[in-house]
């Protein structure tokens, strides 16, 4: 089939690792990063409030392929297999008649590197590994393909894992494909805690702008942020030469592409290591889509989650989407239609402790249960608020409001809000514990701003 009478478009997710929002030029980022990712949001579609559901590896990835929450999959915590029964975006799109492809980390299976046919979420073409930070080095890169054999990519990461992808768009040009690259990328080395840029890299980017909210606390931001920022730039340069291959082959169109992230990185600030928290920091990330329906789509300002873009890319191909996902499809917000969509995105955090979030436009409202085993607990009855945040007065989270008695209301509001997306996701009934009060000085808060 020629591309000219090729009704279905091509799908490409472009996913890295651990990535902020605010590394981007249209999220203010002085530094020149992301110049390809900064012009598919404005040609394209670009989430500009887009979140993860669950700010870890393993459970925000499982969020995104079933379109479900962490603890409706089970997958609430690292470590824990993808379900054999579970489907996943490469059974839809197989079942439509897709070409389905995985290359990069998948971070869903039971071993750390080859992943077994069983546990490879029903993707055809297989050249990843579970653990990719454990198979690989930022210069020595080793996947495994379809047979579970290691495979040796010539290059730095990102370039290795990105020329794989190129060769198999140039050789699926007839069938629709659907192809999702993960790469590991800003993520840091687990065995050295280092972000490894590639050579001449890190260099660049020393000594240069700092967002506020790390400029602001202590952690591991000066020893790390510059090779961030060198990962960063080479996984901006990697989506080029995609979106380059695409053009040579007259794909470009043709294909949906969103690039996306997992979570984001707070670099020691908020706990002793880089996300699990309900701050900005671990939470938001940068988020677009480009071709079909999302060319010309412009900003949408509508909160986003990452559990919607299950729903989005099956709702884009023409494929119907499953009632049993929990996300929901953009395409309406696109054409305008806003109704019924949430006010909130409702956060899960696991290994650090059994915590949940929502957030609105204006304020954070964040809580966490104790007395439970961050790594063997999924839910808690009982929870205690921890954090409140002022989002407009505070948009670095550097002063926590619980608590007062000028946000009783806003926190309360924020309460009922929580509760009600527990219920509706399906976890069992919970009581949250009111923190102790405390004088709020001048702050003061209008009725009319409680429920922004």
Known sequence: MSNLTKKKPNVIVFFTDQQRWDTTGVHGNPLGLTPNFDRMALNGTHLYNMFTPQPVCGPARACLQTGMYATTIGCYRNGIPLPKNAKTLAHYFKEAGYDTAYIGKWHLASGRLAVKPEERGGYDYWLGANALETSSQPYNTIVYDNNCNPVKLPGYRVDALT????????????????????????????????????????????????????AALNGSTHQHIAGYYGMVKRLDEALGRIMDALISLDMLEDTIILFTSDHGCHFKTRNDEYKRSCHESSIRIPTALYGSVFTGGGRVQELVSLVDMAPTLLDAAGIPVP??????????????????????????????????????????????????NPKNDMYSEVYEEQYLYDLKADPYELKNLIGMKSHREVARVMRERLLRRMKEIGEPDAVIIPAPEVESGQRFVPEKEVYL
Not at 363 to 369: E, I, L, M, N, S
């Open 163 to 214: 020329d794989a992808a190129i060769r198999y768009i140039d050789t699926h040009q007839e069938n629709p494909f659907f192809l999702f690259i993960s790469y590991l990328e800003p993520h840091f080395q687990n065995h050295e805690d280092s972000y490894p840029a590639p050579e001449g890299y890190e260099e660049q980017y020393r000594s240069r702008w700092i967002p506020p909210d790390l």
């Open 323 to 372: 009632q049993e996902m929990q996300g929901r499809s953009i395409l309406p917000l696109i054409r305008g239609d806003r109704s019924g969509w949430p006010e909130e995105v409702f956060i899960q955090i696991s290994e650090s402790q059994v915590g949940r979030a929502v957030r609105t436009h204006r304020w954070k409202y964040g809580v966490t249960a104790p007395g439970k």
